[in-house]
């Protein structure tokens, strides 16, 4: 899986917030990038975060746009 620890803890955080009141739900979208690899992954949008999985979480290129997985 293209950046799995990055996807890991986009689900990790969104969870988190939620708990801690920050946000609900579907509210929001998070990202973590990689700025050597030019990727960043990102949360999809209607997809509550306490039922994501990192599997869920797209990886786009940088450079494009485009969406290399997810």
């Known amino acids: 899986m293209i950046l ?3 996807r890991i803890a986009v689900v990790e955080f ?3 917030m939620v708990a801690a009141g920050l946000t609900s739900g579907t509210g929001g979208n998070l990202s973590a990038a ?5 990727q960043m992954a990102i949360s999809p949008s209607g997809i509550d975060y306490g039922e994501m999985r ?3 979480v797209a990886v786009l ?4 746009g485009h969406v290399a997985e997810g």
């Open 14 to 16: 969104g969870k988190k």
């Open 54 to 56: 990192p599997e869920d």
């Open 4 to 6: 799995e620890t990055e």
């Open 61 to 64: 290129n940088l450079k494009d």
């Open 34 to 38: 990689d700025r050597a690899a030019k």
